[in-house]
């Protein structure tokens, strides 16, 4: 990630490893395969761990958390808790966010 400075001087302000989607960048429908193309923001975070320092509101996740990926749910591509929302979408098994470990 990149900032222009007033006096026009780019400094890098972010660098790490992503990855393209099989059918490359482009816009995108669910099955695509595509890794949309645009400018998008961070406007929240979460994670298995306490906050780390974000200054972004913050969630820890447990085995009650979901990125909705059912197409036909009113919740489609939403951050939802089964603590507040109804399960009210078909998804996989290991769907949920957070995984336990031993």
Same mark, same amino acid.
């Given at each position: 990630?990149?900032?222009?400075?007033? &006096?026009?001087?780019?400094?890098? &302000?972010?660098? =790490?490893?992503?990855? !393209?989607?099989?059918?490359?960048?482009?816009?995108?429908?669910?099955?695509?395969? /595509?890794?949309?193309?645009?400018?998008?923001?961070?406007? +929240?975070?979460?994670?298995?761990?306490?906050?780390?320092?974000?200054?972004?509101?913050?969630?820890?996740?447990? &085995?009650?958390? +979901?990125? !909705?990926?059912? !197409?036909?749910?009113?919740?489609?591509?939403?951050? !939802?808790?089964? /603590?507040?929302?109804?399960? *009210?979408?078909?998804?996989? *098994? &290991?769907?949920?966010?957070?995984? /336990? =470990?031993?």
């Amino acid at each position: 990630m990149v900032t222009k400075d007033a &006096d026009g001087t780019w400094n890098e &302000d972010l660098c =790490t490893s992503s990855y !393209v989607g099989y059918g490359g960048v482009g816009e995108t429908t669910e099955w695509n395969r /595509k890794t949309p193309r645009g400018q998008f923001s961070f406007t +929240y975070a979460f994670g298995i761990l306490p906050n780390p320092g974000t200054e972004l509101s913050y969630t820890q996740v447990d &085995d009650t958390y +979901y990125w !909705v990926d059912d !197409v036909n749910s009113r919740y489609y591509n939403q951050f !939802v808790t089964t /603590k507040t929302t109804p399960k *009210a979408w078909n998804f996989p *098994a &290991d769907a949920f966010l957070f995984r /336990k =470990t031993r």
